[in-house]
């Protein structure tokens, strides 16, 4: 599937990665609810548009938030909904 329906996918809560990526077992989710801690203070991250979500990449390593999409990414038709 394409970038845009993917990304409409992950909107509704499915989980998203590219058939093409090399690494096993990555894939793409909607965070919401996102907050982080300063020097102890919680701090709630909100956006105007985006309210407080963001795209966050979890592979072998981890959860990365704030995964960016790269020109191949956004261009390639081989979106899937992960398991």
């Known amino acids: 599937m394409t970038f ?4 409409e996918a992950l909107k509704r809560g499915a989980h998203i990665k590219r058939e093409g990526w090399n690494g096993k077992d ?7 609810d996102l907050s982080f801690t300063i020097d102890g203070r919680v701090i709630n991250a ?6 407080k979500r963001a795209i966050a990449f ?3 390593q981890g959860v990365q938030v ?8 956004m261009l390639s038709e081989d979106w899937i909904i992960s398991d």
Not at 26 to 32: A, F, H
């Open 46 to 51: 909100t956006h105007d548009t985006m309210g």
């Open 66 to 73: 704030g995964w960016l999409a790269s020109q191949a990414d």
């Open 26 to 32: 990555q894939y793409l989710v909607l965070v919401t």
């Open 58 to 60: 979890v592979g072998t």
């Open 4 to 7: 845009g329906k993917a990304l």
